[in-house]
């Protein structure tokens, strides 16, 4: 069961969405937030988060039986039915949501649901099948993150917040059509409508690094935006940007498919890194 569990829930990724929940919770207080608000904080996130890969594995069981990547998850291999996925992902909605309204506050799980929403309404049913840019306006759910941390903390959304949000945004195309490069094959099997089905894979590699640079400026900039933010945080910034801009530019010329990959995975340290010396550069 706890197999099961695993496979639907995703808890990979996961653990970057709760990684950029810390930046928020450190930055929303003056001091430090306690073991509890951080462990429930993101225990509430994690059941949020699960249910939304719950339900995206409901709607998209048939699609997920053709593709050789994913034939292999619980419902289309039959470990469990759709109606028990369905009612599943239903139960751990509810309560997550009242563990982090009871817990911590109304907002907060509100943040959390908005993301569950999105993600479910938004990316998987509406733009997924449609369009191309399905990861651009879709991505909005994966990009949360902060604001449920900062809600967190200060039951309030500033600036910062809304900052640390548009990073993600700008990592989140990149990231995720380094992805559909490499699974080009299986999504076109699928008719899912990636970029790089669509528009072939050179225009998919120029619209990772174009996307590579917004990002990266983002990154730079929050040292402008935050007066928390030292040289700590400046300097790593300017080095991840570095290593990020040279990898995306290397797959622009070569277009490589496991060069590709190789970017999806370093896009997750990136992100993972750049969230983890937030949290430092915070509290020195």
């Known amino acids: 069961m706890f197999r099961v569990w695993n496979q639907l829930t995703k808890p990979r990724v996961t653990v970057l969405v ?21 462990s429930i904080t993101l225990f509430g996130t994690y059941l949020m988060s699960s249910a939304s890969f719950i339900f995206n594995q409901y709607i998209e069981r048939e699609r997920d039986a053709v593709m050789y990547r994913t034939k292999q998850r619980p419902i289309p291999a039959g470990e469990i039915s759709p109606m028990m996925a369905l009612i599943l992902g ?33 990316y998987t049913i509406w733009l997924k099948p449609r ?42 195309p990149a990231h995720f059509w380094a992805l559909a490069i490499f699974l080009k094959d299986d999504y076109e099997f699928a008719g899912i409508p990636m970029m ?7 225009k998919t590699v120029n619209q990772i690094f174009i996307y590579a640079i917004a990002y990266s400026l983002s990154v730079i900039g929050f040292y402008f935006v935050d007066d928390r933010m030292g040289y700590l945080f400046l300097l790593s910034a300017i ?39 937030i949290v430092i550069d915070s509290k020195i």
């Open 18 to 38: 709760l990684a950029t929940v810390l930046p928020g919770m450190y930055l929303g207080t003056t001091g430090y937030p306690s073991l509890f608000a951080i």
């Open 90 to 122: 239903i139960v751990v909605t509810f309560i997550s949501f009242g563990i982090l309204t009871y817990f911590v506050n109304l907002l907060t799980a509100v943040c959390a649901l908005s993301a569950l929403l999105l993600y479910v309404f938004l």
């Open 131 to 172: 369009t191309e840019q399905n990861i651009v306006i879709g991505g909005i759910s994966g990009c949360i993150g902060p604001l449920i941390g900062y809600a967190a903390m200060a039951n309030a959304l500033p600036l910062q917040a809304w900052i640390m949000f548009l990073m993600i945004f700008l990592w989140t």
């Open 196 to 202: 790089p089905v669509v528009s072939g894979i050179q």
């Open 239 to 277: 080095v991840l940007t570095v290593l990020i801009l040279a990898f995306a530019y290397r797959l622009k010329l070569s277009m490589d498919k496991a060069l590709a990959k190789r970017f999806f995975f370093f896009s997750i340290l990136h992100l993972f890194l750049v969230s983890i010396v």
